[in-house]
């Protein structure tokens, strides 16, 4: 088929399978392929920190690494965990299926995209050679002053000059959605019948270019406090709150930049396996749009322990109560899916559906936070290590494995085995909640976070004991998915088009598609094109 | 009715009272690990109601809303070898939607106006308080009494029972965080400002806390022990002890 020349056919990249093909590829599929690659190389690297912290905190006296070592491991696998982890391996999906969910040929600026991956990349690495160079950065994934700015060697300025690369790669890669989602839908494609998870990419989008900034400015000031004498957050003469302030205010929002897209493969798994449309789409999009908004106004939960006056607490504590009740709206639509549906269990159910589960338990101890004279007893302590895994960590080991499951038929043109995918959801079930239940009891006991032992506490080891043999039991289940990936990609049952009678566009095409993504597109008249035009071939066969 | 249908229907009514009667029973085993520690001080045990009813309200909607999720994902699951017609192709509904925004905004309304009757008594200090100075440091603490003496030795600070204590804290080096859980609330401690904490122990023992705010390598050993002792204790201590 003979079609016009597009900006990306103007710069032909190589095709096939070589290396260098794959090096200076420009195809959002392709680009798609590499970040969910790295990205999972990141998880897995920061899983076996998680590990060694597990294995620390497994015996009162902690012997496994010193606490110098410990607090570079922590601060790592938070670091690697948050930026190159959760929030790029949504940039994975979104790539692979914006374009496709819109009917697009491509991103709107294909090398802008390419860059941002590779800046994802080096920015890791940049990161990382700090383990070569004589120690990894040591002051916690959030880098307080003045513990960040007297911190000896060099690990902290690595890791401001790592997150620069990441945040810009985040920042390009965002800006990129924006005008991909709102230029390049195609005809019919109206707003109002984008999916979810679209829907999702674009306010994940909107949300990082508002929040990263702040965070690039104030990693700026740190640095030059660090290494050029400037005073913005020493002790004597600057301000180590304000730090704080700019860091959560970037910091919150970036808990719902990981959110959103979780929400949004939800919210195109749910309906799929259950043959019903999304109960309340506008009022999804609407709790989308709340959420992103007031997540911009509720960084101050994080810093009730400073000592604000009582209108500030007050302020925060209201904020943040509100955010519960547009993620409660959320999870109300998501069962009113299931109810009177007929649901299939596919392994990107399962996922789905104990994903709700996690997250409401992550959602309602999260009103203990938001509520800051409880907030001022358990911040700070392993209670709000449980509360951010079941939020921060539900979302890319259970909504991402959804989605995983759910789309790696599309992007490889292959099935993953059935039993495998149910076994390794119910391994991450069980390990998830060994590991992170008990972890709200030991914050009531008294437990901070971010210490290397407790020889005090004899009585916290049967805890810890069940949380480190619970983060095994999970190592297990990402190995299966692992281990299901890699041998799928030979032995998968063939796919086809729409192995699971899906609703939106990238089910129209081939699996894979083809480097062009469509060769035509069915008639866009609501949020399920796909499920319309099953409709109307019941109706013509009668 | 088949009696596989009877079965099912005996096991949901079952259900709800067995996971009820489980937690009655689970009852003394949860005590201190769904609560927080025995608070011996009025801010900590104003803290505790507070928690102690999120926790009422928090369990009994995830009983309920999590009740629902797994019915619904149980009732409606399709069984293998059976053909199904298309469930109806219900698009959502207004009036339920409003109800569900409505009904959780009425409970955090509720729970906020608790937090604020309950808020007095956590951050009011009682008048004529006994003032303490406190100072942070990697990895210690030093305290200050009124006479300005220090007699303890780091990390412990002894003062007398049913006294309200005044804290006037600041740290030498990094942020800290002062936080002996059984006494109340936490309290970040900074350099070059000074931040305010209190309690008023009602019960002669020895308090464990420590440092709650990361600040180094040694954040794990910058422990606090406070030693309420009674009145006459308290003064006889400072009399014999009060050398540094």
């Known amino acids: 088929m003979a079609t016009a020349a597009t900006p990306a056919q103007a710069f032909p990249a190589p095709s096939g399978s070589t290396l260098r093909s794959w090096i200076t590829t420009v195809d959002h599929k392709r680009i798609g392929l590499l970040y969910l690659l790295v990205t999972m190389f990141f998880f897995l690297t920061g899983g076996l920190m998680a590990l060694v912290i597990r294995l620390q905190l497994e015996t009162a006296s902690g012997t496994v690494v010193s606490a110098e070592t410990y607090d570079q491991i922590f601060t790592m696998h938070g670091t690697t965990m948050v930026f190159l982890f959760v929030v790029p391996v949504m940039a994975a999906f979104g ?34 050679s700090s383990f070569a160079f004589g120690g990894a950065p040591d002051a916690g994934w959030t880098g307080y002053p003045p513990l960040s700015i007297i911190s000896a060697g060099h690990g902290i300025d690595f890791w401001i000059v790592g997150l620069h690369i990441l945040s810009l790669s985040s920042i390009l890669g965002a800006i990129n959605f924006i005008c991909t989602i709102h230029n390049m839908r195609a005809p019919g494609m109206r707003l109002t019948r984008m999916p979810l998870f679209t829907w999702c990419i674009d306010f994940y989008s909107i949300m990082i270019v508002a929040a990263l900034p702040v965070l690039s400015g104030a990693l700026t000031m740190l640095l030059l406090d660090r290494n050029y004498g400037t005073h913005f957050f020493t002790a004597n003469g600057g301000n180590p709150i304000l730090y704080q302030h700019f860091f959560w205010f970037f910091g919150h929002p970036e808990v719902y930049v990981v959110a959103l897209p979780g929400f949004g493969m939800i919210s195109e798994i749910l309906p799929v396996f259950s043959r019903k449309p999304i109960f309340g789409y506008k009022a999804l999009v609407y709790s989308i749009a709340a959420i992103a908004f007031l997540g911009f106004l509720v960084w101050g939960h994080h810093m009730f322990a400073v000592g604000f006056s009582t209108p500030v607490d007050i302020w925060f504590m209201i904020a943040s109560l509100a955010i519960a009740v547009s993620t409660g709206v959320k999870i109300f639509n998501w069962i009113g899916t299931l109810w009177m549906g007929r649901i299939r269990y ?17 959602g309602l101890s999260g009103v203990f936070l938001a509520i800051f004279s409880i907030d001022l007893q358990v911040t700070d302590s392993y209670f709000v290590v449980a509360h951010f895994h079941y939020v921060m960590g539900s979302i890319p080991v259970f909504a991402v494995m959804g989605g995983l499951h759910y789309w790696y038929p599309k992007m490889t043109g292959r099935m993953l085995n059935r039993s495998l995918g149910i076994w390794s959801f119910w391994v991450l079930f069980v390990g998830f ?10 914050g009531l006991s008294g437990m901070p976070r971010r210490i290397s032992s407790y020889p005090q506490h004899p009585g916290w080891e049967r805890m810890n004991e069940i949380a480190t043999l619970g983060s095994f039991v999970i190592s297990l289940g990402v190995l ?5 990936c890699l041998t799928s990609l030979r032995n998968g049952r063939v796919a086809g088009d729409d192995p699971w009678r899906a609703n939106t566009l990238e089910w129209y095409t081939s699996s894979p598609p083809p480097a062009h993504n469509f060769d035509s597109l069915p008639p866009i008249r609501s949020e399920r094109p796909l499920a319309d035009l099953r409709a109307e071939a019941a109706e013509a066969a009668g | 009715m088949t009696r596989t249908h009877r079965r099912r229907r005996w096991f949901l009514a ?26 011996e001080s009025p801010n900590a045990q104003s803290i505790d109601s507070t928690y102690r009813a999120v926790l009422g309200v928090t369990v009994t909607i995830f009983v309920l809303v999590g009740g629902w999720l797994v019915y619904s994902a149980i009732r409606f699951r399709e069984r293998p070898g059976r053909e199904y017609p298309d469930p109806p192709q219900v698009r959502g509904s207004t009036r339920l939607e409003i109800g569900w925004t409505i009904v959780p905004i009425l409970i955090l309304v509720g729970l906020s106006a608790f937090t604020f009757y309950k808020l007095p008594k956590v951050e009011d200090v009682p008048k004529g308080a006994m003032q303490i100075g406190v100072t942070a440091q990697q990895y210690s603490w030093t305290f200050t009494y009124p006479n300005g003496k220090h007699p303890a030795g780091p990390n412990t600070l002894v003062v007398p029972v049913d006294t309200p204590i005044h804290l006037n804290m600041h740290s030498k080096d990094v942020v800290h965080d002062f936080w002996v859980e059984q006494l109340g609330q936490k309290q970040d401690v900074f350099p070059n400002r000074i931040t305010h904490t209190w309690f008023q122990a009602d019960k002669i023992g020895n308090y464990d806390g420590q ?21 006459e204790d308290y003064l006889r201590y400072m009399s014999t002890k009060a050398t540094t």
């Open chain 1, 95 to 128: 790539n692979y299926m914006v374009p496709l969910q819109i009917g697009a040929r491509d991103m709107a600026f294909p090398k802008l995209n390419a860059a941002s991956f590779w800046l994802l990349l080096f920015g890791g690495l940049t990161m990382y």
């Open chain 2, 211 to 231: 440092c709650a705010e990361f600040c180094g390598s040694g954040h794990a050993t910058m422990t606090i022990v406070v030693r309420v002792v009674s009145k």
């Open chain 2, 14 to 39: 079952a259900a709800p009272l067995g996971v009820l009667v489980a937690l009655t029973l689970a009852q003394p085993a949860l005590a201190g690990t769904a609560t927080l520690n025995q608070p």
């Open chain 1, 346 to 362: 596919e392994p990107p159910m399962l996922f789905a559906v104990g994903f709700i589960l996690l997250f409401m338990i992550g």
């Open chain 1, 433 to 442: 909640n060994m590991t992170f239940f008990p972890m709200h009891a030991m």
């Open chain 1, 480 to 484: 299966l998915i692992v281990y299901n």
